[in-house]
């Protein structure tokens, strides 16, 4: 499987289908997207609802590229939102990922929603709802490396976030941020989706700047609920 390389070179004049996968919300998405020269059009997106969306997710892309008229081995590359979000279907959705890359030989690029939730709020920093009093947090700096991670209300009260701009798309995170950073600014935007990782991830496509399928894996920033409870059972049955 190709894991580098530039694809403008190796599909010089030709237009290039790039299929988007989002399955970390409380709802999916996937998108398909045609790429010529510098330009990106969107085709079509597809809206994964309820709780089980995931569990549909294979049958979407199948529709997608059905009503697109494109057959999977026409894709060029995949990008796949890998969290931080929902724990199952980023599990499932790179499960899905790697199985369709692997068949058709499709490069994949990775990105954090966090980043594609930034970028669609035009903002260096972001925040999504993490439950449990907390957030999953980006912040980033202009020309600076971002950096990702999990913060409650006692860690956020001491960032010194002054000035921050922050994009959020969900009330929880809203609040909480609003709670203890005084002096930040929230900006509010839609839920990102797939189509939203396809205009970031353009110019990345372009360049191919891809994954290695067998260090593929989610952006948790967490541990699973039962991971958490597995540590504590094997601590109790230490003591």
Do not use: W
Not at 108 to 123: D, I, M, P
Not at 151 to 160: C, I, K, P
């Amino acid at each position: 499987m190709t894991s580098s390389g530039d694809l403008k070179d190796r599909y010089a004049g030709q237009s290039l289908f790039v299929l988007g996968i989002d399955p970390c919300g409380s709802s999916g998405s996937v998108a398909l997207a045609l790429l010529t020269g510098h330009a990106l059009e969107v085709v079509e997106q597809i809206e994964l609802e309820g709780r089980s969306y995931s569990a549909t997710l294979v049958a979407a892309v199948s529709d997608l590229l059905k009503h697109s008229g494109v057959v999977l081995n026409r894709l060029n590359a995949i990008v796949a939102v890998n969290g931080p979000g929902s724990f199952t279907g980023a599990r499932v959705g790179l499960s899905a990922v790697k199985g369709l890359a692997e068949v058709a030989r499709i490069p994949v690029v990775a990105v954090s929603r966090l980043e594609v939730l930034a970028c669609k709020g035009g903002v260096e920093s972001s925040a999504l709802d993490a439950h449990r009093h907390e957030v999953y947090l980006r912040l980033g700096a202009a020309g600076g490396a971002a950096r990702e991670l999990l913060a409650g209300e006692d860690e956020l009260t001491t960032m010194g976030l002054v000035g921050t701009r922050i994009a959020v798309c969900d009330d929880a995170a809203a609040e909480l941020l609003a709670g203890a950073l005084r002096g930040a600014e929230m900006v509010r935007t839609e839920t990102p989706t797939a189509a939203d990782a396809l205009r970031l991830c353009r110019a990345r496509v372009e360049q191919g700047d891809f994954v290695d399928l067998a260090l593929l894996d989610g952006h948790y920033l967490r541990r699973s609920d039962a991971e958490i409870f597995a540590a504590g059972v094997s601590r109790r049955d230490d003591a």
